[in-house]
């Protein structure tokens, strides 16, 4: 890669959300700020390789963005107001207040999580426009269609401009109201990094892990009260912690019962556990523990063994009973059949599994649970089987290279 192109793919990464949240604030219209710095962008990758790197590149690019949105406005004729004001602006005004948010980034996630939207519609659009993730990514994570998801921002962004909702920084009364669409947004940034979903990206994405923990670090000094803030930050260190042994030298997979403990990060471990014993002692006082809380004590369980085989599965089996009380959705099913396999063997397990057939059919997970339940039982071709379906389903080479490997053994 060349400077030039080592510049461009830099100011990308710390330019571009600075550029969309000035852009949206300013003219009050998330697509023009998307466009915009997307055009400004392009502009950089035409202009860059041949003219040079201009002095301040965040500058130039705000400054390009800002030209391009003013011409749409004036394109369009249908926002005199805001063309009037938008010739104003440039970098002669005066930075706007952050409010209670002093993180552009953050700031931006808790403006586009605005509560009348559909807490759903609201993560899809804010993934989109501000975690940077990729609609095909967005569609993995949610197990639907890239269409059906595209038509989801569609219509959210269609909804916004129908109903006139402000893209107004919210005020510290407002974050309550918006602080679950917030974790549900870092939550899947987080696990697009931790095991990214894509065939042509890297297995493991640590700038998305660290952006998405210094985001939740940042909530938590700003709700420092608030139980699944910290639940989720104590999943994510929990999670984390084990990123250095996810994926071998080789590049493949290693999972949980085959990584190298010693290789975990002890530190992250510390302050997981930490918060989780903190939000535990709040359980016994009464406060119900929430979604992000029983999946942080979960993972509290499995780095708290120093062998897989010291695992307390029936303390693990306990909390995903607990969980899908509050969540029935079939994924944690699925997780729930894991710990009961160790527990009550696999077939048990594999029963529990083939009953969620329907809802995760087209998720690689399933096939590959399946897959290693059938193995136990010694059923190696329909664990032949399973294997091939998971393979075909799986997001990255580091998960396509491990399921090769445990089908190739079987007999």
């Not at 962008?41 to 800002?66: D, H, I, K, Y």
């Not at 930075?95 to 559909?118: S, W």
């Not at 197990?143 to 989801?152: F, G, I, N, S």
Request: glycine content about 6%; hydrophobic content about 45%; some cysteine.
């Amino acid at each position: 890669m060349s400077d030039v192109e080592e510049a461009i793919t830099r100011a990308h990464h710390e330019e571009w959300v600075r550029v969309v949240a000035s852009l949206t604030r300013r003219f009050g219209d998330l697509d023009i700020a998307e466009e915009a710095a997307a055009e400004a962008f392009a502009t950089a990758v035409g202009r860059w390789p041949t003219g040079g790197v201009p002095p301040n590149p965040g500058a130039w690019l705000t400054t390009t963005a800002n030209r391009r949105a003013i011409d749409r406005i004036r394109r369009e004729n249908k926002r005199d107001d805001k063309h009037k004001e938008a010739q104003m602006v440039y970098d002669h005004d005066p930075p706007e207040p952050v409010g209670a948010i002093d993180d552009d980034r953050l700031r931006l996630i808790f403006t586009c999580c605005h509560p009348a939207l559909a807490l759903q519609t609201r993560v899809a659009l804010t993934l989109r426009m501000v975690g940077g993730l990729t609609v095909p990514e967005i569609a993995r994570a949610f197990l639907v269609q890239e269409t059906a998801m595209e038509r989801r921002i569609t219509r959210a962004k269609a909804k916004i401009k129908a109903a006139c909702i402000p893209y107004r920084v919210p005020a510290a009364q407002d974050l309550p109201a918006r602080v679950s669409g917030v974790l549900a947004v870092l939550y899947l940034v987080f696990n697009e990094g931790y095991l990214a979903t894509g065939p042509g990206t890297d297995p493991l994405r640590h700038g998305l892990t660290a952006e998405a923990i210094r985001l939740t670090r940042l909530i938590r000094a700003l709700m420092p009260d608030d139980g699944e803030v910290a639940g989720l930050l104590a999943l994510m260190l929990l999670t984390e912690a084990r990123g250095t042994a996810r994926v071998s030298a080789s590049g493949e997979l290693v999972p949980l019962a085959e990584q190298d403990r010693g290789a975990w990060d002890a530190a992250l471990i510390a302050e997981g556990h930490r918060l989780v014993r903190q939000r535990l002692a709040a359980a016994a006082a009464g406060a119900a523990p929430g979604r992000y809380q029983i999946l942080a004590a979960i993972n509290a369980v499995h780095t708290s063994a120093r062998d897989i085989r010291d695992t307390d599965w029936s303390q693990a089996l306990a909390l995903y009973d607990q969980l899908v009380r509050l969540d029935p959705s079939p994924i944690i099913a699925l997780n729930r059949a894991i710990a009961v396999a160790e527990l009550d063997g696999p077939q048990v397990a594999l029963a529990a599994v083939d009953r969620l057939a329907d809802a995760l059919a087209g998720y690689h997970a399933y096939h590959a649970t399946r897959a290693d339940l059938l193995r136990r039982l010694g059923h190696s071709q329909q664990s032949r089987a399973a294997y091939d379906k998971a393979i075909e389903l799986a997001g990255n080479t580091a998960e396509t290279a491990y399921l090769t490997r445990r089908r190739d053994q079987l007999r």
